[in-house]
T-cell receptor, first 113, second 112 residues
Framework: EADIYQTPRYLVIGTGKKITLECSQT?????MYWYQQDPGMELHLIHY???????EKGDLSSESTVSRIRTEHFPLTLESARPSHTSQYLC????????????FGPGTRLTVL | GESVGLHLPTLSVQEGDNSIINCAYS??????FIWYKQESGKGPQFIID?????DKRQGQRVTVLLNKTVKHLSLQIAATQPGDSAVYFC???????????FGPGTRLSVLP
C-alpha cells in the first residue's frame, strides 16, 4: 500500500468557508498532483508540482491554490468554497522519472452546502 | 487535444468468467500506459503497466495488451471475482516528464 495520506477523508462545509485539504507522502517523491473527480467519472488534473517551490496549474481550471514548501507536503486550499466545488479530491505522487506509476491517496470527499 | 477514452462505460460479467476492458488512445507518441482499479471510496490503485515497446504484459490474473497500430489498449481479467468489481481507468503518459492523461473509466460489475 502506498505511503500517501489525505486528510480529512470527508468534509461537509458551508458556502464561503476557507478550507485546506492536506496531502502528505513519505516516499520522497518529487512530483505531486491534485485531481478532481466526480463519482465514477474520469480524473481531472487541477494542480501539480515538480518539487519544492514548484506549482503548476493542470488541465482543469480550478479556483483552488496549492503550495509546496516541503517535499512531502502538498496542501490544496479553497479560499471561499462554493457548492460547485463539491467533488472528490485525489492527491498523487511519483518519482518523476519516466515509466513510473503514480501512487494515489484515499481521497477527500468534499461537500459544500 | 490528445485523449484517452473507453469504449464501454459499464461491463457486467458472471463470476468466474473472463473480463475484457478496452481503452482507445489518440496520441501515437504515448509510450507508457497504466491500468488503475478504483473501488468505491478509495483512490485509484495500480494494476499493471506496459511500455510502448511491448505488445503484452501479464500479471497475476491480469493481462494488458497494446495494439499500437490502432492505438488500443485492453485489460483482461481471468476468472473474475466479486472483489474485482470496481471502476477501471486506463492512463497514458506522453513522453518523459509529462503528466498522465486518464480515460473516463469503466465500471465492472461481477454477477454471482
Amino acid at each position: 500500500e502506498a505511503d500517501i495520506y489525505q486528510t480529512p477523508r470527508y468534509l461537509v462545509i458551508g458556502t464561503g468557508k476557507k478550507i485546506t485539504l492536506e496531502c502528505s507522502q513519505t516516499m520522497g517523491h518529487d512530483k505531486m498532483y491534485w485531481y478532481q473527480q466526480d463519482p465514477g467519472m474520469e480524473l481531472h488534473l487541477i494542480h501539480y508540482s515538480y518539487g519544492v517551490n514548484s506549482t503548476e496549474k493542470g488541465d482543469l481550471s480550478s479556483e483552488s491554490t496549492v503550495s509546496r514548501i516541503r517535499t512531502e507536503h502538498f496542501p490544496l486550499t479553497l479560499e471561499s468554497a462554493r457548492p460547485s466545488h463539491t467533488s472528490q479530491y485525489l492527491c498523487a505522487s511519483t518519482t518523476g522519472w519516466t515509466y513510473n506509476e503514480q501512487f494515489f491517496g484515499p481521497g477527500t470527499r468534499l461537500t459544500v452546502l | 487535444g490528445e485523449s484517452v477514452g473507453l469504449h464501454l462505460p459499464t461491463l457486467s460479467v458472471q463470476e468466474g468468467d473472463n473480463s475484457i476492458i478496452n481503452c482507445a488512445y489518440s496520441n501515437s507518441a504515448s509510450d507508457y500506459f497504466i491500468w488503475y482499479k478504483q473501488e468505491s471510496g478509495k483512490g485509484p490503485q495500480f494494476i499493471i503497466d506496459i511500455r510502448s515497446n511491448m505488445d503484452k504484459r501479464q500479471g497475476q490474473r491480469v493481462t494488458v495488451l497494446l495494439n499500437k497500430t490502432v492505438k488500443h489498449l485492453s485489460l483482461q481479467i481471468a476468472a473474475t471475482q466479486p472483489g474485482d468489481s470496481a471502476v477501471y481507468f486506463c492512463a497514458e503518459n506522453i513522453n518523459y516528464g509529462q503528466n498522465f492523461v486518464f480515460g473516463p473509466g469503466t465500471r465492472l460489475s461481477v454477477l454471482p
